[in-house]
């Protein structure tokens, strides 16, 4: 089997591999590296469940190979939580405003929500609910999710 | 009175799930674990004439591929026992038929819905297995499918389930009061076709099993992605010809249910089998896409109905014939089916009623309950039915709903025929009017009114409609819980429901901490795994609350008066005690008391401990509660929505909800569930259809075609509460859970008449899609244009 | 749903990946961004001998001003053309157009060039760059050409590259500077982010009577390609927007596109839908122009 | 799935329909086609490897003519399947001679397709079946010229 090289940075850790360059991202961090924060919804690129952070940026982990993180710095769900355990004013938040039920699709919006409370610090409802059309959930009907950005971005509720 | 039931506490399941360390069926690994994938049905109906494996097999890292012949030895699937049963008394009332149907763990001779498995390959990672199911080389003879249920029934039909003389499954018929007569008295007669189509639950996590046989103590060992791990227990012991107690199933967390991840699946067989056979453990995790053809379906009625009613609006009669496309095989009997019949008049007077339904094999997926069941459906027939009643005598809906409905005096009201457990149908407690007061209150809907016809003449169409529902939620059997207590004071609670994101943890902490008089931080709770309490049932069909708030209640109060009796004994005092934050002291001396840590001391056995005189050691005290029959939650929904004429596109503007589900244990995991229930709901009525051609080839086979809606199309609700507690349990709960999901197709399908008054349409047919709409609209424009120039 | 094997290649030019491409042309497949190639991997549909990874090729990621349009390298990703300064006031179309591309997720993922490649005529790439008349630059180990959308793609997920090319670069012209021009981007899509069922996109100058003298209208979603709407474009030349006139413009663009039907509209549907959404464009952008809302250079 | 379509030929009848009947020239013009063989029974095994922007597969099948009225109509009768799914379609053809020099073929297609093509495509399916079928019958022209050439 033709294996490849890879060397990257995942939640502040160096990491280097040999892998197949089949395996998908998502498959890298669950299986190569036990990062089981990351989860897998529909592979096809709609769910966004598996979202995860790419240089900096929220991308679709089941729509990259892991070859193609070759030399990129990756922060997972994982990476969130403080070190003394404490969860983060995002993480806080939804704890705060039960945006979370099942919680299978959470660690794609905190990811996804990461990005974008670093980007807007005062975004209107209307740019919150577009920034996580691209996240799936279907426990919560999305209004606390909504209602937790609004907390951590300081708005008034 | 309650300390914790009532309060909005943060989730205990919360701090897990957010920081990537839950522990769902997918992040499982084993020691020497491999990975399996199914090789699926391309066909909706063909005979298996050949399976080739040899090339597959050849693959390096395969372990093995199995087909129909290899596993010979276990039983086939069959409809599961627990909701074929039937009381005697109503069996009398509606003469069923349940025919016995069953489904092969894989095909044999035939498949019959595409999605079916064939065989399966276990190999070293789940990327070899996909490359060995590619070669596996299935030769099929197709059949002639049956898609339409209508050609399904008929009687020289090819048959689906060879045994059976039709593809009729079950049906049965139920009746009160003579419609016949209200019919011939009638001043209005309309006829209409309501239909609700297929849809399929989508949890964000797809099912998943993972399996291992425990050499040591010849224990099967299975994880499930699953609402009822007991069910499976039970079925694999049958199929397997085990003891019960050989096996042990855990539901680890579960990414959503919704109720297709009940039941039992040939996978959830198959996997645990495999694993005891080739002594390796499998993970099998189900694609998105096996997830779409595979995971058992739902709704797909279709309702003929007659309605008679008086020129003041008041409603005599429905009679209702229906059918349920089962797809290939029907596991729930009468679950969904008499579910509908007997939830269909709501919150109305209507005193004759008379239903037909017939359960229909088809070549699709199985049909199984989801979030309703059964419910949605005829929530949606009933109140397109008030609406249509309302427009032909041109008074509001409103006016409609007023008229037919059981007043609070009429409480307990008797609907005439029987619950599905042979109770006679009597709603517990409500008031309808006042919820319907508080929803024209929450949405000023006077206001709406004029502000409607200041928007119509910019040209701008909004529209407002109403939907209610009356559920019986919390059906029995029972639900157990176990609370144990150590010596350290910590109390521990075991119940043997099943969580998919519903927050027991949480609630059931709030309940038990209530009756032991503890804080929750000091309760942990258990749930989720067959060892916790020898028998249990899941959770579904609105239950947990009900069945497993009130077991966790009668057992927190048993344990109480135990402890009290030992706290007394510690104290030397014969005065009343009481409890409050785990301490224990007479309310006269609160300065001299015992802690739980004291108590739980005193419990241990022998000279251990400080008991009274005869005392049993140990803190331990199991409860099963089984309820009486159901309770009846209600709700009034208002949605408020602008439709796009030219496009027709519907822009949901507003929500609004007045719900009753009793005593609220949780006021934000209440809202919660009524929230995302109403974003389910939301997607069935404009959105979500499983589309079968007219060969069976499903069509919605990725999300860029089965359409989930997303933080755009779902609105934040706004909600008012009543509390009318349930006579049916000390605590007064009535279940939430599937409520949100009934009422949106009505109260929005409603919403569009509404907006495009004066044009009539009828939305009758779901999901309103901008094509469907805008051919309605097109219609409804030229049958009021040939009306003018008439 | 995991990819089947393939032996990776990652050239680190344009012409290293161009002499891939000639070697193992019809057996390979280019990604880039992988939005749109990768859940055809996963589902198996699509199983490449060679998968030519081209996302290492720095040369090809820029966006600068040219000769009267904005060129912009095939490897720049979505979210760079959506947040560049210079296509906001050069070409304004396009960044209301990017907008309607997936999720944010994916465009901060896709590239321009993977987008026209997939010649998808839902995609709103495509659709704005047919409206502007724009081009591609297509280039393999022998030589480089320059062609119009009309000659590139050639139906549903079709285009003129050949297996031993590559998009390197699409062109996007500079939008008319003047006062009285406007522009306009409308599509309806079942649910926020979905493929459009009907797209159309409208630029309008307007001269000081408010008649129109400068009009490029195309529609997408409801062709093989995307289209320009020509006979409305002429129509609509030294004639006041009215009522009248954009019905006649609706029932013209309706009767020269030639959709299919599929779950989420039939052929019927979108022929109408696409009279109305053009209709709703060339009011906006004409509205737009007229106000000089937005002074274009 | 029904489609329809129709060719303009600058061909007459006999000349379009003999290339039509004609298995070096279907081998050729067939998109994707590795082999075509007419068995004695009159049916042809067909292997093509058929591919729409990435989406590339083998495919195996037959084709069968049936009802034919030489040179105006007959009726072909195709079944194929492969990794992505499988195709069963009914073909008629109707070829109208417009003068001596040009023809027109119509044809109408019955097509019912299977496995996860029919899950994944619905949205662009028909359309690339059209365009496939007008570029068949552009290469049956083209080969009429090389064959005549």
């Known amino acids: 089997m033709d294996k490849v090289k890879i060397s990257l940075i995942v939640n502040g850790e160096k990491v280097e591999r040999d892998i197949e360059p089949r395996l998908l991202l998502t498959d890298f961090l669950r299986e190569e590296l036990f990062l089981t924060g990351t989860h897998v919804g529909c592979e096809h690129g709609v769910c966004g469940a598996c979202t995860i952070l790419l240089n900096g940026e929220a991308v679709r982990g089941c729509l990259m190979l ?92 | 009175m309650h300390k914790y039931i009532g309060k909005s506490m943060q989730r205990k399941e919360d701090y897990r799930l957010l920081t990537g360390t839950g522990m769902f069926v997918g992040d499982i690994s084993l020691t020497n674990m491999s990975e399996a994938v199914f090789v699926r049905s391309p066909h909706a109906h063909a005979k298996i004439v050949d399976i080739n494996i040899e090339a597959a097999k050849a693959i390096e890292g395969v372990y093995g591929i199995f087909t129909a012949k290899d596993i010979e030895d276990i039983k086939p699937l069959t409809q599961f026992e627990s909701h074929c049963f039937l009381p005697p008394n109503l069996v009398e009332a509606i003469s069923p038929t349940i025919n016995f149907n069953y489904e092969d763990i894989l095909a044999k001779k035939k498949v019959t819905y595409v999605g079916q498995s064939v065989a399966i390959v276990v190999a070293k990672n789940r990327y070899i297995a996909e ?56 001043d209005y007669i309309i006829n209409e076709k309501i239909r609700t189509p297929r849809l399929g639950s989508n949890p964000l996590e797809t099912r998943g099993v993972v399996a291992k046989f425990d050499t040591r103590n010849q224990e099967l060992r299975v994880w499930s992605s699953s609402q009822m791990p007991y ?125 037909k339904c017939e359960v229909i094999l088809t070549n699709k997926t199985p049909n199984v309950p989801f979030r309703g069941a059964g419910r949605p459906e005829v929530v949606f027939v009933m109140d397109r039915i008030i609406d249509i009643v309302a427009r032909k ?200 008391f015992v802690t739980y840590k004291d108590v739980g001391r005193a419990a241990l056995p022998a000279k251990l401990g400080n008991l009274p005189e005869g005392m049993e050691a140990s803190l331990e005290v199991t409860h099963y509660f089984a309820p009486p029959t159901v309770t009846f939650a209600a709700s009034i929904h208002m949605a408020q929505v602008e439709v796009d004429k030219e496009t027709g596109f519907v822009n949901l503007q507003n929500y609004s909800v007045v719900h009753d589900c009793g005593t609220v244990i949780n006021p ?123 | 749903m995991k990819p089947s094997k393939f032996k990776y290649l990652k050239p680190s030019s344009v012409e290293e990946a161009l002499t891939y491409l000639e070697e193992y042309g019809d057996d390979c497949k280019i990604i880039s961004g992988g939005q749109s190639l990768i859940p055809v991997l996963n589902m198996r549909l699509s199983t490449p001998e060679f998968l030519i990874d081209v996302s290492g090729i720095k040369e090809l990621n820029y966006i600068r001003e040219e000769d009267g349009y904005i060129a912009i390298g095939a490897l720049t990703r979505h979210v760079e053309v959506e947040n560049s300064q210079l296509i906001k006031e050069k070409c304004p179309l396009l960044i209301d157009a990017i907008k309607w591309v997936g999720h944010k997720q994916i465009r901060n993922r896709g590239t321009i060039g993977g987008s026209i490649a997939h010649g998808d005529p839902s995609a709103e790439l495509p659709c704005v760059l047919t409206t502007l008349r724009g081009e591609i630059v297509i280039a393999s180990v022998d030589e480089e050409e320059v062609v119009g959308p009309e000659d590139f793609f050639l139906t549903y997920l079709l285009t003129a590259l050949q297996t031993n090319q590559l998009v390197k670069e699409v062109r996007f012209p500079i939008m008319t500077q003047g006062e009285r021009v406007g522009h306009s981007f409308v599509e309806v899509a079942r649910r926020h982010g979905d493929f459009g069922l009907a797209i159309a996109a409208a630029v309008i100058g307007l001269d000081n009577q408010g008649l129109i003298q ?84 | 799935m029904i489609l329809s379509g129709q060719a303009k030929m600058k061909k007459n009848n006999k000349d379009v329909w003999d290339a039509l009947h004609n298995p070096q020239i279907l081998e050729k013009a067939i998109p994707g086609c590795k082999s075509l063989i007419l068995k004695e029974d009159g049916t042809y095994d067909v292997e093509m490897k058929l591919g729409i922007a990435s989406v590339k597969g083998d495919y195996k099948g037959n084709v069968k003519l049936e009802d034919i009225e030489a040179p105006i109509h007959y009726q072909l009768i195709a079944e194929g399947s492969g990794k992505p799914g499988f195709v069963k379609a009914k073909m008629d053809c109707y070829i109208t001679a417009v003068d001596e020099e040009k023809c027109e073929v119509k044809w109408e297609c019955d097509a019912e397709v299977g496995g996860m093509i029919a899950g994944v495509g619905s949205r662009v399916m028909s359309g690339v079946a059209k365009f496939i079928a007008g570029n068949f019958f552009k290469d049956v022209e083209k080969q009429i010229n090389l064959q005549k050439a």
């Open chain 3, 214 to 297: 400068k009009a490029q209208l195309a529609v997408g979603g409801v062709n093989p390609v995307p289209l320009v709407v020509e006979e409305a474009e002429e129509l609509l030349i030294g004639k006041k927007v009215s009522e009248a006139l954009l019905k006649e413009v609706a029932e013209l663009t309706s009767d020269c596109v030639d959709p299919e039907g599929d779950l989420h509209g039939s052929a019927d549907y979108r022929r109408e839908l696409i009279g109305t959404l053009l209709k709703r464009a060339i009011e906006e952008a004409t509205a737009r122009a007229w106000e000089g809302e937005e002074k274009v250079g």
């Open chain 2, 668 to 790: 934000m995991i209440v809202d919660g569930q009524v929230q995302g229930g109403i974003a389910q709901g939301i997607g069935s009525a404009l959105y979500e259809e499983i589309v079968y051609d007219q060969t069976g080839q499903l069509l919605t086979g990725t999300y860029m075609d089965y359409l989930l809606p997303t933080s755009m199309e779902v609105p934040t609700v706004e909600k008012a509460h009543q509390e009318f507690k349930s006579t049916r349990n000390r605590l007064g709960i009535k279940g939430v859970g599937e409520g949100g999901a009934i009422a949106p197709p009505a109260a929005i399908a409603n919403a569009i008449v509404d907006a495009l008054h004066p044009l009539e349409i009828k939305t009758n047919d779901l999901p309103i899609s901008p094509n469907k709409l805008r051919t309605w609209i097109k219609e409804a424009e030229a049958s009021f244009q040939a009306l003018q120039t008439n």
């Open chain 2, 393 to 592: 005598l041109k008074v509001d809906p409103i006016e409609i709903m007023k008229k037919n409905m059981i007043q609070a005096e009429d409480m307990p009201y008797d609907q005439g025929i029987l619950v599905k457990d042979g109770h006679q149908l009597i709603y517990d407690s409500g008031d309808y009017p006042d919820a319907l007061r508080k929803a024209v209150d929450l949405v000023d809907y006077e206001a709406f009114r004029k502000e409607q016809e200041e928007k119509k003449k910019e040209g701008k169409l909004v529209g407002i409609g109403i939907s209610s529902y009356v559920e019986g939620t919390g059906a029995g059997p029972y639900e157990g819980a176990h609370i144990s207590i150590d010596p350290s004071g910590h109390v521990t609670a075991y119940l043997g429901c099943t969580p998919q994101g519903q927050g027991h943890e949480t609630v059931f902490s709030q309940i038990a901490a209530d009756g032991l008089g503890v804080n929750p931080q000091n309760i942990t709770v258990r749930v989720g795994e067959t060892t916790v309490l020898p028998m249990g049932q899941g959770t579904y069909a609105s239950r947990s609350a009900v069945n497993a708030g009130s077991a966790i209640y009668e057992a927190a109060l048993k344990m109480r008066e135990k402890v009290l009796k030992i706290a007394a004994h510690l104290l030397k005092t014969d005065e009343e005690l009481v409890i409050d934050e785990g301490k224990i002291y007479a309310e006269t001396s609160p300065e001299k």
């Open chain 1, 66 to 157: 892991a070859v193609q993180a070759d030399g990129a710095t990756i922060e997972t769900v994982e990476s969130l939580v403080g070190e003394d355990g404490q969860l983060n004013p995002l993480q806080q938040a939804f704890t705060d405003c039960h945006s979370l039920q099942c919680g299978f699709c959470t660690p794609g919006f905190l990811m996804t929500l990461t990005q974008f409370t670093k980007e807007n610090p005062n975004p209107s409802e209307e740019e919150i609910r577009e920034a996580i059309s691209g996240n799936l959930c279907r426990c919560t009907g999305y209004a606390n999710i909504v209602k937790a950005v609004k907390q951590v971005t300081h708005q008034t509720l």
């Open chain 2, 231 to 355: 069910e499976i227990r039970s079925t694999l012991a049958h199929c397997l010809s085990l003891p019960d107690l050989s096996i042990r199933v855990t539901a680890p967390d579960v990414g959503g249910g919704f109720g297709p991840k009940g039941g039992v699946y040939p996978e959830e067989i198959l996997i645990p089998y495999l694993a005891k056979k080739i002594r390796r453990p499998i993970k099998w995790i189900e694609d998105r896409m096996e997830h779409l053809t595979s995971a058992r379906q739902s709704r797909d009625q279709i309702h003929e109905v007659k309605v008679s009613f008086k020129q003041d609006g008041t409603i005599t009669a429905i009679e209702d014939f229906f059918v349920i496309d089962s797809g290939a095989v029907n596991f729930f009997a009468l679950t969904c089916a008499y579910n509908s019949a007997y939830h269909l008049r709501g919150a109305y007077k209507i005193p004759n009623y008379d239903s």
């Open chain 2, 131 to 186: 490359d060995a199911a590619d070669l596996v080389e299935v030769t099929y003879e197709p059949l002639q499918p049956l898609v339409d249920p209508y050609e399904a029934r008929k009687e020289d039909a090819p048959l689906i389930q060879e045994h059976l003389e039709n593809n009729i499954q079950s049906h049965f018929h139920v009746t009160t009061g003579n419609v016949e007569q209200a019919f011939s008295e009638a």
